[in-house]
């Protein structure tokens, strides 16, 4: 137990490093390439220690961002009454969303190991790309 807080500890610290350092589009930027290439990467190595590492890899990242992307994302808006209706329709979205690819990916992975992969690998390619370019879009309307 304590262990876990430790390497969280650890953790924290590298990715509060990396928050003073990159620009939230930076940061969105790595994601596209971070996850598509662990998941394609998967599909041509199937060795289950690979796996199990690229897994542990992809959800330590995939957690760690998302302090960085609240913190940013509380910090930007002016009026503290809507902070906690955004923290709330964000994780409605994000949990919606992980339930809906989670059934998917499981559905495909039945199939087949590598169809339910490539299916993630290319949900990833035009998802990440486009929110993105969302997100960017709607940064510089707030900004101006």
């Known amino acids: ?22 620009s939230l589009q930076q940061l969105l930027t ?5 996850f598509i290439w662990f998941m394609i990467s998967i599909i041509f190595f199937p060795n289950p220690w690979y796996v ?14 998302e302090y960085i992307i609240t913190s940013y994302l509380i910090d930007q808006i002016k009026n503290k009454d809507y902070k906690a209706t955004l923290l709330s329709i964000k994780a409605q979205f994000v949990t919606l969303l992980e339930v809906f690819l989670t059934l998917v990916l499981w559905y495909l992975t039945d199939i087949s190991y590598s169809i339910g992969f490539w299916f993630l690998a290319g949900v990833l390619l035009v998802g990440l790309p486009i929110s993105l370019l969302w997100i960017m879009y709607y940064w510089k309307k707030i900004k101006s």
Do not use: A, N, P
């Open 30 to 34: 790595i994601d596209v390439f971070v």
């Open 1 to 22: 137990m304590g262990g876990s807080r430790i390497i969280r500890f650890f953790f924290s610290r590298i990715m509060h490093i990396i928050e003073k350092k990159l």
């Open 52 to 65: 199990g590492i690229s897994y542990i890899i992809i959800f330590w990242y995939f957690r760690s961002r």
